[in-house]
């Protein structure tokens, strides 16, 4: 069965601090991505790596890096959280041809 | 650019009820792929089905069908005799095969569909 994990359910941190959101998939993809879902706005494409190290800038980018150091794990980091920043979180894989994405359960994030 | 459509935020039947939902697309590309997603109260987003744009036939999976048509830009998902738990938002989305690393999918804005018993 296809699995992608993400560490946190809920999270709450406060503005200014560094966040770290992780997603792991077992399904050896070569293509990640993370998203942010917030009603009205539906899903909205922040990052994707379709390689180990390599990353493209997704349609909302800013405030966001990610890192992608292993094939199966691809972390989302917000330098500086901030407000505007609480929101559903996605993560995603699939494989490299343009086949359907996994998605993990979702990380809801509140920044206080 | 690409775009996906989904004119309908919300719909409430009564179980039992057929339902559709309404999806249509652009895209400049003659090779591309279409999506059904479905997401729970639960927040996960569960892949239904991914249509490509050389394949018109239409799919029949139990109580769910989808309707493509290359001519109207549309790829329509019809839920037969809805059941409570059908209740969720649907999304539908769109990828174009431009080739490269570039196999983003881009979402339609989702229909939330509530079947109440």
């Known amino acids: 069965d296809v699995k992608v994990t993400q560490s946190s359910r809920y999270l709450v941190k406060r503005t200014g601090e560094k966040v770290f959101l992780e997603c792991v998939q077992d399904?050896?993809?070569?293509?990640m991505f993370w998203y942010r879902q917030d009603p009205g706005l539906g899903l909205r494409l922040i990052y994707f790596?379709?390689?180990?190290?390599?990353?493209e800038k997704g349609d909302i980018p800013e405030g966001y890096s990610v890192s992608r150091e292993k094939k199966e794990r691809f972390s989302l980091i917000l330098e500086s959280a901030s407000t505007n920043q609480t929101s559903m979180y996605l993560c995603?894989?699939?494989?490299?041809?343009?086949?359907?994405?996994?998605f993990g359960p979702g990380t809801r994030l509140t920044v206080t | 650019a690409q775009k996906v459509t989904q004119a309908q935020t919300e719909i409430s039947v009564v179980e039992k009820e057929d339902v559709t939902l309404d999806c249509v697309y652009e895209?400049?590309?003659?090779?591309?792929?279409l999506f059904w997603y479905k997401q729970p109260p639960s927040g996960e987003l569960v892949f239904l089905i991914r249509?490509?744009?050389?394949?018109?036939q239409n799919e029949i999976s139990g109580r769910y069908s989808w309707n493509f048509q290359k001519s109207t830009s549309s790829f329509n998902f019809t839920i037969t005799a809805s059941q409570v738990v059908d209740s969720a938002v649907y999304f539908c989305?769109?990828?174009?095969?431009?080739?490269?690393?570039?196999?983003?999918?881009?979402f339609g804005k989702g229909t939330l569909l509530t079947v109440n018993p």
């Open positions: 995603a894989s699939s494989q490299q041809k343009p086949y359907e994405q996994y």
């Open positions: 399904m050896d993809h070569e293509n």
């Open positions: 790596s379709y390689d180990v190290k390599m990353k």
């Open positions: 895209t400049r590309d003659t090779t591309y792929y």
């Open positions: 249509r490509n744009s050389f394949d018109e």
């Open positions: 989305a769109l990828s174009e095969a431009g080739g490269g690393s570039n196999y983003k999918l881009t």
